[in-house]
């Protein structure tokens, strides 16, 4: 689409909503899964039968907090990349009628 000096190649906004962005996406899920993971295997590398298991309850209540949140943090950006390729094609479409392509 062109006009007034601007032009925007709708093909490929809508190669970067329907290919790139469904990448990045699964790309988050996958790490998502690698930080699951690390959590699992994680789980009792603070246990303790010495007299240290009151801190090491510490730093297990703060590990486990600390992946909480970048579980939280992934799940935010996964979803925020599905809006952004829902508002690509959204725009794409909006290009094309402007356009006189629909």
């Known amino acids: 689409m062109t006009g ?3 032009s925007v190649e709708v093909d490929e906004l809508r190669r970067v909503a329907t290919d790139k962005l469904p990448m990045a996406i699964t790309d988050l899920e996958v790490a998502g899964g ?6 699992s295997m994680s789980a009792n590398a603070f246990a303790s039968g010495s007299d240290v298991t009151d801190v090491l309850n510490g730093v297990t209540t703060a590990w486990t907090e600390v992946f909480a949140q970048v579980f939280r943090d992934i799940k935010d950006n996964r979803d925020n990349l599905d809006l ?3 508002a690509v094609l959204e725009i794409v479409e909006r290009y094309r009628y402007a356009d006189g392509q629909v």
């Open 84 to 86: 952004a390729r829902q």
């Open 34 to 39: 690698y930080v699951g993971d690390t959590l």
């Open 4 to 6: 007034d000096g601007f």
